[in-house]
């Protein structure tokens, strides 16, 4: 079997900066409810006609990342593309970034799995290149969550938190057996599917039923959170999947160098930073300054800390995501 490796790391995020007191000209909340219970102090947001979308936001990531790893273009494999918001219900946001790219007939795939798709997508690339099925494959994980949220009070327990941005990586063929992809753990827990949802419009909520009712009231296709719920679960579940891959690597959390968690909640990555004994320099947090950027969320934070120096040859690199579905993973990373 063969090894995996990150050869090129690329982020993009929007200039359009919304701090929390932009916020409060919109709805009823104000910078220090936000910070307490969020840690943001700010967000990026798309401008209406500055030509972002989830897919372009997406090709300046990769564009830098592809450059970065020194392979051509035409090297791509396969391209991965997780989000929770695509540029259209179909195709998925993974062709157009080949469009974009000019890259001609290599497989491009969608991935589900919100705040987890990151996660999901580097496992499913590393399988593809453990198999020797492919030797380098584009990750990218992109969202533009502002042109789908209720930015008046009514919305507010879900707005503040989610913001703009794209990562992406390339994953390769590695060379050497020590560094390169560990471990990857995935788990989902379907019962709590609607816990933390967009479910219309939908195949269930078919858009002309939508437009008959034309009903304002309807918040249907704006995400619904149970906040509570989900933090309950995610300080759980980062900790169980975490464990998971130190075990099965025969590690301790003793021996982790950086922790690159999913930035759902500056509160979380605290509390898992608490429960693991790390330093602050141990854990990379960005959330402050983006936001939730959901499948953004890892690329950017390990692009941002692998351009801080923060990560280091040898390092023991541990990446963990929870989120809607419920859907959570790990991967660990000898750098
Ligand atoms: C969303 C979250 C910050 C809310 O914090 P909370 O302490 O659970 O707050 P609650 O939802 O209980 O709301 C408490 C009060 O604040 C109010 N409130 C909600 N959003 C507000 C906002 N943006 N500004 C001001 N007040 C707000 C609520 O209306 C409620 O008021 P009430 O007590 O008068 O009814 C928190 O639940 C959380 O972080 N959950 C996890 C979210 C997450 O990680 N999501 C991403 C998953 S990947």
């Given at each position: ?99 974009e ?5 290599c ?25 020797g ?9 992109s ?10 009070t009514?919305?507010?327990?879900v ?64 995400p ?112």
């Amino acid at each position: 079997m063969y090894k995996s490796k990150i050869t090129g790391m690329g982020m993009y995020v929007p200039e359009n900066e919304i701090t929390n007191r932009d916020l409060t000209a919109l709805m009823d909340t104000s910078h220090e409810w936000i910070l307490e219970r969020t840690g943001i102090e700010s967000r990026r947001h798309i401008k209406k006609g500055d030509g972002n979308t989830t897919a372009t936001m997406g090709v300046k990531a990769s564009r830098i990342a592809i450059e970065r790893s020194g392979i051509d273009k035409n090297d791509i494999e396969l391209i991965l593309f997780a989000t929770l918001s695509p540029d259209y219900y179909f195709p998925g946001s993974g062709v157009i970034v080949q469009k974009e790219l000019d890259i001609p007939t290599c497989p491009a795939m969608d991935i589900r799995n919100q705040c987890s798709g990151f996660i999901y997508a580097l496992s499913t690339a590393d399988q593809f290149i453990k198999t020797g099925m492919y030797k380098n494959i584009l990750i990218i994980g992109s969202e533009n969550h502002s042109g789908g949220l209720d930015m008046t009070t009514r919305g507010r327990g879900v707005s503040v938190i989610f913001g703009d941005g794209a990562g992406a990586l390339v994953l390769s063929r590695s060379s050497s057996e020590e560094t390169g992809i560990l471990s990857t753990h995935l788990h989902s827990e379907g019962k709590y599917a609607e816990e933390l949802s967009l479910i219309g419009p939908s195949t269930r909520r078919w858009v002309p039923e939508i437009m008959a009712a034309n009903d304002a009231e309807d918040t249907s296709y704006y995400p619904y959170m149970n906040g509570q719920l989900v933090f309950k679960n995610a300080v759980v579940r980062f900790s169980e999947v975490i464990m998971e891959g130190l075990q099965e690597n025969q590690m301790t959390p003793d021996q982790i160098d950086m922790l690159i968690p999913h930035q759902a909640n500056l509160r979380i990555s605290q509390f898992i930073q608490k429960k693991f004994g790390l330093t602050d320099d141990q854990v990379y947090n960005n959330i402050m300054r983006y936001g939730n950027t959901t499948a953004g969320s890892i690329p950017i934070a390990m692009t941002e800390a692998w351009e801080a120096g923060k990560i280091k040859s040898g390092d023991l690199v541990v990446l963990a995501a929870f989120g809607s579905g419920f859907t959570w993973g790990s991967a660990l990373i000898r750098w």
